[in-house]
């Protein structure tokens, strides 16, 4: 903010050295397309067997480095914009109350299968590729939640037609490998157990009782299941099937597991922006960008399901349990 003059890098040198060299570039080309005995012949005093071989690496080096010329140009020009980005993100995080947590991937990831069934996704691998601890402090209740990045492949089987080398085509089995990345925030959840919401993936999370309540909208959208067919019905609350339809459109493929006997919900979705930002301004507008910093950066994503998870909550503390001690899959 204090440095006296524009925040950007003098690029003059190298626009020059990269006029330089596409210059030369397109001399040499020229000479060779005007002149292509005269350029063979110089060649091949410097390399008698292999003269167009010469004329091809003098091309190609020449058109590299102008291609490398350029690349530095413009990626000095996006590293302001690149800091910013870091800084932002890093000021979200703090002002979410949000800090890595540092247990090693596969033993969080072995608890969490302990818990909840959504985990066990992939048929070849799976991995948590991030994972944060916050705290969220709302009206009447306050808990500790854990946000997962859970990458899974799915290998698979496909047949393609190729050429058999005799002008007709064969039949090809080749191995996909399907990349997908699933999302979850985990939390202790005492008033509620052994309920599971799926709007997709594996029916594995799914409890004994299907469940069908009186919302047609709710059913077509979830399946509904339980640990006994009284939870269900304890759970299906009215207000409950209208809020977890009015989540539905804003969260892509919802899934609620609340675990049994434990008092832990695992809410997970596709939505990769939870921690999503916006960046009205950067350093390039440096006073803007630190007033900004200095307010710190909101996640509304994040806020917004955290706030819809207490709503629930809400709907469901009638029944006087009291919040437990951390359940191991949060001791993380």
């Not at 921690?275 to 806020?303: K, N, R, W």
Request: with cysteine; proline share 5%.
């Amino acid at each position: 903010r204090d440095f006296k003059g524009p925040l950007r890098f003098d690029n003059t040198l190298p626009w020059c050295l990269t006029l330089l060299l596409a210059s030369l570039t397109l001399v040499v080309v020229g000479l060779c397309y005007q002149y292509p005995m005269q350029a063979t012949t110089w060649a091949a005093k410097v390399t008698p067997d292999k003269a167009h071989l010469l004329l091809l690496a003098v091309v190609a080096g020449l058109l590299t480095l102008t291609v490398l010329s350029l690349r530095a140009i413009f990626k000095r020009a996006n590293l302001l914009s690149g800091l910013s980005t870091d800084l932002a993100r890093r000021s979200s995080l703090f002002s979410a109350g949000l800090s890595p947590i540092d247990s090693p991937p596969g033993l969080i990831l072995e608890q969490l299968c302990e818990h909840f069934e959504d985990y066990q996704r992939g048929n070849h691998s799976r991995d948590i590729t991030r994972a944060l601890r916050g705290r969220y402090q709302g009206p009447l209740h306050s808990f500790e939640y854990a946000y997962y990045q859970l990458h899974y492949v799915v290998r698979r089987l496909e047949q393609e037609e190729v050429s058999d080398g005799k002008g007709g085509t064969r039949q090809q089995t080749r191995v996909v490998y399907d990349h997908h990345d699933r999302f979850s925030l985990v939390l202790d959840f005492p008033w509620i157990e052994g309920i599971a919401v799926r709007s997709s993936g594996p029916s594995a999370i799914d409890f004994e009782h299907k469940h069908q309540t009186s919302s047609t909208d709710f059913n077509r959208a979830f399946t509904l299941t339980g640990a006994s067919a009284m939870a269900c019905a304890r759970f299906a609350k009215p207000v409950t099937v209208v809020h977890l339809l009015g989540l539905k459109p804003r969260f892509s493929q919802l899934n609620l597991e609340f675990s049994l006997n434990q008092g832990g919900l695992c809410i997970s979705f596709d939505n990769s922006d939870l921690l999503g930002f916006q960046m009205p301004c950067d350093l390039h507008s440096p006073s803007e960008f630190y007033a900004l910093i200095d307010a710190g950066v909101p996640l509304p994503a994040l806020t917004q399901l955290l706030e819809a998870i207490h709503t629930l909550a809400e709907q469901h503390d009638d029944n006087f349990k009291l919040p437990r001690q951390a359940t191991p899959h949060m001791e993380n």
